[in-house]
């Protein structure tokens, strides 16, 4: 399986979201993303500097991504919170299946 690849703007609802997942560090099920990377970058953009943050995820902790997007929607009292992290599950969730999928057909 492929390292699943996430960009976004840390301005964005979503670079909140997953700042609160990484940094969780080990969590009850004595787990954390040993693995993964992750990192900002700074682009100049002429008239303005974007930031982003790069994750890649490896292959070993999706598993923990999903649990942790999981256990944030279900404490997440603003439903249009709720809806962009369950879409994030649903998008990972295909995307560990198109994998399996793939690894499955070159087998």
Excluded: Q
């Excluded at 390292?3 to 700042?19: N, P, Q, V």
């Excluded at 100049?44 to 999981?70: A, C, G, W």
Aim: a negative charge; proline letters at 1%; hydrophobic letters at 35%.
């Amino acid at each position: 399986m492929k390292h699943l690849i996430i960009h976004c703007s840390i301005y964005s609802r979503d670079y909140k979201m997953f700042r609160e997942v990484i940094n969780r560090g080990i969590d009850s099920h004595l787990e954390g993303f040993t693995k993964s990377e992750f990192k900002v970058i700074s682009e100049d953009n002429y008239d303005h500097v974007s930031r982003t943050l790069d994750m890649k995820f490896h292959p070993d902790e999706i598993h923990i991504l999903v649990r942790r997007l999981e256990e944030l929607e279900e404490k997440k009292s603003d439903i249009d919170e709720a809806e962009a992290i369950d879409s994030w599950i649903c998008d990972i969730k295909e995307f560990v299946k198109n994998e399996a999928e793939e690894s499955k057909a070159g087998s």
